[in-house]
Every structure is written in structure tokens, then in C-alpha cells.
């Protein structure tokens, strides 16, 4: 069974998702599409879980972090990649921080 290693980058995960989680508020007069994020990546070899071919091992690691419009995160999606962005922004309605979990997978993933 393929298996996803969440330890050999974990202080770097860690990281990552804390400095989203404690970002400061988006800059007066930033449109409702500012956002701040930390985008993980699977690295090779992309084992399919589905799969029951013996023990494939995958690591996750933080392929960048930023803020801005989330047309920038956007143009760090990979077609080939396994990702997932976790991302912090504020809601138009309430004012409140909302976080968000997208988990990329194209059709062009082997």
C-alpha cells in the first residue's frame, strides 16, 4: 500500500501552516480575493493508493508560501503534480478569517 511520509519535512510543514494561520490581516483596501497560503507538493514517486503493488512511499513537502491575489496561487498549480494549498482569507460577509484546503489532482497524474 502506498503511503504518504509526513515526517521528513514536518518542521518545514509545521511552519508553513502556522505562518497561515497566524498571518496578519489582508492590507486596507485589498480586494475579497487577498489571500495568504502554503502550497504542499508530493514528491515523486506519485504511487497511486489505489494501487496494491507493495510499500511506495511519497513525501510531502512545502513547494512555496505567499500572499497576494489567488490568481498568483493559481499559476503555481502543476498539471503533473499532486498538491494541496492551505489557504487563509476573509470572508466579505463577516469580516472573519475563513481557511481553506484545496487538494490539486489533475487527469494528467500518472
Do not use: C
Request: no cysteine.
Amino acid at each position: 500500500m502506498a503511503t504518504l511520509n509526513l515526517s521528513s519535512n514536518g518542521p518545514s510543514i509545521k511552519s508553513s501552516y502556522q505562518g497561515v494561520i497566524n498571518a496578519p490581516a489582508p492590507p486596507s483596501g485589498s480586494s475579497s480575493t487577498y489571500a495568504q497560503w502554503a502550497l504542499f507538493s508530493v514528491q515523486a514517486p506519485l504511487a497511486n493508493a489505489f494501487q496494491d503493488s507493495g510499500n511506495k512511499e511519497s513525501v510531502l513537502k512545502v513547494q512555496a508560501t505567499g500572499d497576494g491575489e489567488l490568481e498568483d496561487l493559481l499559476e503555481d498549480f502543476n498539471e503533473g503534480r499532486i498538491q494541496f494549498a492551505f489557504i487563509k482569507i476573509k470572508d466579505p460577509n463577516t469580516g472573519l478569517p475563513k481557511y481553506v484546503l484545496i487538494a490539486w489532482v489533475s487527469s494528467h497524474v500518472p
